[in-house]
């Protein structure tokens, strides 16, 4: 059997076009997501681009689901788990006041939840899957936390630690485990936002400039192994300013993350 990816929030944005990319790689594509029609669309294009679908409804909050599809999905791939993309996330942006509780409560539910899930959920597959990877879709967001964005910042600070801890600890399995850092998107999570840090920095990424991003990142060059890289930045902006504040004191940081939010 050729290679396998199992995507969450496969239906819109980066997980779409991460899923027709891998497609057109080769690999057997898994897609799920809460959008059932969303899907169907998916599956249809990935067909026209000569790729075998797997797709299927999931909430990446339930446990129970997760795990079916995963049982599901290596089923149809021979037990192989060669990647997992744990990408499904929401965002609410408002002071933090503002955004009602349940909202606030949903978005650690998924972000934070919904990788946990995915992770535990997968693991027996992927310790199994000689070099499998699990990418985490992490954020700009988690190098400083962000006002008007507490608690979508504060999750991606959640994937940076998980990414960070399992990593380490999943290394004796031959699991590598890595993050993808892009700052705004042009998606239907960033429609309709507007914070000092949208204004101030723009919403300048495509889904396709995250997916070439992931696709380098699922297949490291000799170096990046070498160097054993677990956080990727995407796009200049990002890479500048993850490069930044390592060598920023925390009084500057803080003053450049407040004068960007435009406090
Ligand atoms: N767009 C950005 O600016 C940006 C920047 C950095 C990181 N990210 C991260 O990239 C990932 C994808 O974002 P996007 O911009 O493609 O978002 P999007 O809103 O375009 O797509 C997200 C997808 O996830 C699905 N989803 C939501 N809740 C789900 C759940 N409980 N279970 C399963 N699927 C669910 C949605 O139905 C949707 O199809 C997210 O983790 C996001 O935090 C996005």
Redesign the pocket.
């Known amino acids: 059997m050729g290679k396998s990816v199992f995507i969450?929030?496969a239906?819109?944005?980066?997980?779409r076009a991460t899923a027709r990319r891998f497609a057109e790689l080769g690999y057997t594509v898994g897609g799920y997501?809460?959008?059932e029609a969303?899907l169907a669309t998916l599956a249809t294009e990935i067909t026209a681009l000569g790729g075998t679908p797997v797709t299927g409804h999931?909430?990446?909050?339930d446990y129970a689901e997760l795990s079916q599809r995963i049982t599901e999905f290596t089923a149809a791939t021979g037990g192989r788990l060669d990647l997992l993309i744990n990408?499904?996330?929401?965002?609410r942006s408002g002071r933090f006041p503002d955004i009602d509780i349940t909202a606030q409560q949903r978005m650690i539910d998924?972000?934070c939840k919904?990788v946990t899930n995915g992770c535990h959920a997968a693991y027996p597959a992927l310790r199994d899957t000689p070099g499998a990877t699990v990418i985490n879709?992490c954020?700009a967001s988690a190098i400083y936390g962000q006002p008007e964005l507490a608690v979508y910042s504060a999750s991606k600070f959640f994937v940076r630690g998980l990414t960070e801890a399992l990593d380490l600890e999943w290394g004796a399995d031959d699991i590598r485990v890595i993050a993808m850092w892009?700052?705004?998107?042009q998606?239907?999570?960033?429609d309709g936002v507007h914070t000092g840090t949208t204004a101030s920095l723009g919403v300048n990424l495509t889904?396709e400039d995250v997916v070439a991003a992931i696709v380098a990142a699922a297949e490291p060059g000799p170096l990046q192994r070498l160097l054993h890289v677990v956080h990727f930045p995407v796009g200049r902006q990002t890479a500048l300013m993850a490069g930044a504040v390592r060598f920023s004191p925390a009084w500057l940081t803080r003053l450049v993350n407040k004068r960007l939010a435009r406090l």
Do not use: E, H, K
């Open positions: 969450t929030g239906a819109a944005g980066i997980g997501d809460l959008d969303g999931l909430d990446v909050t990408n499904a996330g929401i965002l998924i972000n919904g879709l954020s892009p700052l705004y998107v998606t239907a999570m960033t889904a």
